[in-house]
């Protein structure tokens, strides 16, 4: 493989734009390893119902899934995509006071089932000798009204490079029957699955967002344990990894702390970009979730956090919901960053051009920060901490000054995950949107170049600018907090700038 798409595509507000069977089998051992790598060992998740499995799904008016790979991803990838729909009964859960304790420690029982019918978008190595064995499971994101995969685009590159297989599901009602955006964009028209292919998704039907968690339970579930069809279409997993960014980040919280319990399925979680609360166990409340919901204290599976400067105050607030990191939680807060970025409008290009509607337009000055790239680094940290034990570097916190994220005196933040953004700057980029702008663009934070003369003071010369961020980039991957092959290209891209002039 060689060239993947290293750009974000993260929160799908930004997404934005547009306008048979399996009964499976009982056998909860088996040879599930990746080729011989290692041995057998049981399966998790065996309480958890199998839903029906048809598909691949083909054709409908658009003649393509929802989502479908972008084209330069696709194009490069010697990978196969398919789509596929998992019916069965959900279940939804409760406390038995109603409320969501600080500490995440949320018994539950069930509360009603009901029939639902949905889609996984699965991308898998054509060749089976390529699979690592590890299943990333992303809960897509519907803040725009519609599925968005945010933390693919993000990863993709360091995904399918390293042989992972991916699904994308369709967990929540809003992606897959039109209740308008959570965050309105004005301009935009949003389709959810049935209304933007009633030919191909007419059939999908969900009972609302209680049952999410059981139906996300159910979609690794057709991973583990394969009938008649098979979406990994033979691939033998060992691990399966869910992730979820933003509203879905919130679900995650919500998922750790009261479904993973009682399903027990998954092996580790990327909660990315999460607010400081947990999302409601009902169809109510805030998409965001409220009050303040830390992650569970007697988890037996790794959980890494990845936190931009957005995410610790205004709507999402998650410095209220801090906690120290543990022997199975990890908590990365990265300094430069905001919730979207410059990096998703890349990666969602396709669509933005479908639909004839610029982002940038109306937002203004948008985040280029290293999100993308330590959020990569983040996924390979997790693979190799479920896979291999290996424990995942602790971060430094973002500093803080009363209600806000400290910052030096050019504006650039303090503390955090550390990268040449911010320690061999061209630009102050920050989390934080310029007043009066709206919800929507205020997640894009902001970006603001150096003037020549600030510049020059800054570097001498242009072998000074490149020995700066050379140091910067080697100093992340030494401290584990971003991969080689990014650390080469942002010393590359300095090699090439017009720095100081």
Request: net charge negative; charged share 25%; proline share 6%.
């Amino acid at each position: 493989m060689t060239r993947f798409r290293r750009t974000l595509g993260v929160c799908t507000v930004a997404l934005l734009v547009i306008g048979g069977c399996s009964s499976g089998d009982d056998d909860d051992s088996g040879d599930r390893g990746a080729g011989d790598q290692e041995p057998a060992a049981p399966v998790p998740g065996a309480d958890v119902s199998r839903p029906t499995v048809t598909g691949p799904v083909t054709g409908g008016a658009q003649d393509k899934p929802w989502l479908a790979m972008p084209a330069d991803v696709r194009d490069d990838a010697d990978y196969v995509e398919e789509e596929y729909f998992l019916a069965g009964d959900a279940t939804a859960y409760k406390t038995a006071d109603g409320s969501l304790g600080e500490d995440g420690r949320w018994d539950v029982s069930p509360a009603g089932t009901a029939a639902y019918k949905t889609r996984v978008l699965v991308r898998r190595p054509k060749d089976a000798d390529e699979f690592d064995g590890t299943v990333f499971v992303e809960w897509l994101n519907v803040t725009a009204g519609t599925d968005g995969d945010p933390d693919f685009g993000l990863t993709n590159a360091e995904l399918l490079s390293h042989g992972s297989a991916y699904v994308g599901v369709s967990a929540q009602k809003a992606g897959i029957e039109s209740g308008g955006a959570a965050l309105p964009i004005e301009g935009v028209t949003i389709q959810a699955l049935r209304q933007w292919d009633p030919e191909r998704y007419g059939s999908l039907t969900h009972p609302g967002d209680q049952y999410s968690y059981d139906i996300f339970s159910q979609a690794a579930q057709a991973v583990r344990r394969p009938g008649k069809v098979d979406i990994l279409g033979g691939l033998k997993p060992r691990h399966v990894i869910a992730m979820g960014e933003s509203q879905s980040g919130a679900r995650m919280v919500s998922y750790v702390n009261a479904a993973h319990p009682v399903a027990e399925i998954y092996d580790g979680f990327l909660i990315h970009s999460r607010g400081g609360g947990g999302s409601p166990l009902d169809a109510s409340g805030s998409i965001l979730g409220e009050g303040i919901a830390r992650i569970r204290d007697d988890l037996k599976v790794p959980v890494l956090q990845f936190e931009t400067e957005t995410d610790l105050f205004g709507p999402l607030g998650f410095a209220r919901a801090r906690q120290d990191d543990t022997d199975l939680l990890r908590t990365w807060e990265v300094a430069g960053t905001a919730h979207a970025d410059r990096g998703i409008l890349d990666y969602n290009r396709d669509l933005a051009e479908d639909s004839g509607f610029d982002m940038a337009e109306q937002c203004g000055s948008i985040n280029s920060g290293p999100q993308p790239q330590v959020v990569r680094a983040a996924v390979a940290a997790l693979r190799a901490w479920v896979v291999d034990g290996k424990t995942p570097p602790a971060a430094p916190r973002l500093e803080l000054s009363g209600e806000a994220i400290a910052r030096d005196e050019r504006g650039i933040a303090l503390g955090g995950i550390r990268t040449p953004v911010v320690d061999a700057p061209i630009s102050i980029e920050t989390g934080v949107a310029p007043p009066g702008r709206s919800v929507i663009c205020m997640l894009f934070g902001d970006s603001k170049p150096f003037d020549a003369a600030t510049l020059a003071k800054l570097y001498p010369t242009h072998d000074d600018y490149v020995s700066a961020v050379t140091s910067s980039a080697d100093a992340a991957v030494s401290a584990g907090f971003l991969l080689q092959a990014d650390a080469d290209a942002y010393v590359d891209a300095a090699k090439e700038a017009k720095v100081p002039s």
